[in-house]
């Protein structure tokens, strides 16, 4: 964002961003632009936003200085990066990606299209999700001349530590030539395994896998991963929450994500037949009854509200972008400073 942009300065960033991009913004002084997400309301989930919610952003906020979104999604829904691309291409507004569930995308013609591929600036993958690296494993992928690359470099430099844990490079350098030499082959056979077992928990009463014709069309995703195996089970009556304890606590299995309706398992191309049998047994004996993990009332949810934000700065202090130092509350009476 640095790069992109400058404190005091805005940013597109789609309101579904992942907590690291709230906290460069506070901690950059770059002021976002939010651009929402799109709502789901058979479903109750957003998706990433539209390329025509950015180009509406930018024709209110011209002096934007780029845009920012996530995609894929934890849950699998992909933006239409082409269209985003194009939108701030036109404007001569460069685009970054958080691709971080992506590093897996370029290897094979039957995933959502890469970033780069689709013509963003700029992408973030975490290699420590979908490849084979370790924790903190991620990489830059950069392309055109919107960005410079000294000025990222200075930037993350500039964030980064100065003692670099050799392991984590040597990680993501392994797993560059796996997937270099191998990609096409390994993640054929994660496609196919995730296929098989996505039918197989579809076949349990109960259950149902979502999948591009959930997800996708007007109004929603633009394409779709099926990688994360994302169970709605609200036909069960319980939550993904209430799920997901039952199967840590009966079967010592963590779930990848979970909410009030699904509950997901996130397959790479690390996951075989032994792996997913995991979760095939306790799907097959799933939690159905109050004396497993509890049902819930049912509720419709809302919908999330607009959100359009107005800064309002204390009173008798001027407007900054820069952190600020709040009072501390004091001792009530009786107590003592520790």
């Known amino acids: 964002m640095l790069t992109v942009t400058s404190p005091g300065h805005r940013l597109l960033v789609g309101r579904d961003a992942h907590k690291s991009v709230v906290a460069g913004l506070i901690l950059s002084g770059v002021e976002p632009v939010w651009v929402e997400p799109q709502w789901d309301t058979a479903r109750h989930l957003a998706h990433p936003p539209s390329a025509a919610a950015f180009e509406k952003a930018f024709s209110e906020h011209p002096d934007a200085d780029g845009a920012l979104v996530t995609s894929p999604t934890p849950y699998g829904a992909a933006a239409d990066l082409a269209g985003i691309a194009d939108v701030c291409h036109r404007l001569g507004k460069p685009v ?54 000294a000025e990222l470099a200075s930037r993350a430099d500039l964030l980064g530590t100065t003692s670099p844990n050799v392991l984590i490079y040597a990680g993501i350098d392994a797993w560059r030539r796996q997937m270099a030499e191998q990609g096409r082959e390994l993640m054929g056979r994660a496609l196919e395994l995730a296929a098989c077992t996505r039918a197989a928990i579809e076949a349990v009463d109960g259950f149902h896998v979502n999948d591009a014709e959930d997800f996708c069309g007007p109004g929603l995703a633009h394409d779709f991963d099926p990688l994360p195996v994302v169970m709605d089970i609200s036909e069960l009556g319980t939550s993904g929450y209430r799920a997901a304890d039952w199967l840590r606590e009966h079967h010592h299995l963590d779930a990848h994500l979970f909410d009030h309706r699904r509950i997901s398992a996130q397959l790479t191309h690390a996951d075989d037949e032994q792996t997913t049998k995991r979760l095939l047994g306790p799907c097959g004996t799933s939690p159905t009854t109050p004396t497993t993990c509890g049902t819930r009332r049912r509720s419709p949810s809302p919908p999330p509200p607009s959100c359009g934000w107005t800064r309002r700065a204390r009173p008798g202090t001027p407007t900054s972008h820069a952190m600020r130092r709040f009072p501390q509350p004091r001792p009530s009476a009786g107590s003592r400073p520790r």
């Open 96 to 149: 970054i990606v958080d691709e971080a569930w992506g590093a897996h995308l370029p290897f094979h013609d039957d995933l959502p299209s890469w970033a780069m591929d689709a013509g963003a600036d700029i992408c973030v993958t975490s290699i420590h999700k979908m490849g084979s690296g370790l924790e903190q494993g991620s990489v830059f992928h950069l392309q055109g001349d919107l960005i410079d690359p």
